[in-house]
């Protein structure tokens, strides 16, 4: 059995508290050294480029900027959907180091033989 972690964000900015959640979750499974990958669709494409997570979604919530960090450092990737980049006019090349650009097809490449799934 598989011990990645795939998680599906749909949201950015304009709901923080759910955007905190999915990368408590996703820094949870990366540090634990499990191959982690957030995919990304949506508004959450924006949070692929640098400087855009600004945000503390609550009182006592770490600020997202620094559980990107965390995330990065403990090997997390992103795949940013390649529909939402075109259709938000974002420019892949000023993505992130770990984001790439990628659609369904890599997502289901990346799980091969499966994945423990979350979606936001």
Do not use: H
């Amino acid at each position: 059995m598989s011990n990645k972690a795939a998680i599906s964000l749909t949201t950015g900015l304009e709901d923080s508290e759910k955007v905190t959640v999915a990368f408590l979750v996703a820094v949870g499974a990366a540090e634990s050294g499990r191959p982690t990958l957030m995919f990304l669709t949506k508004e959450a494409v924006r949070l692929a480029v640098p400087g855009v997570a600004q945000a503390v979604a609550c009182a006592g919530c770490p600020p997202l900027s620094e559980l990107m960090d965390r995330y990065e450092k403990a090997g997390g990737r992103y795949l940013v959907c390649p529909i939402c980049v075109k259709a938000k006019k974002l420019d892949e090349t000023d993505f992130l180091p770990n984001a790439e650009l990628g659609g369904t097809v890599q997502l289901w490449e990346w799980i091969g033989d499966g994945a423990t799934t979350f979606s936001y």
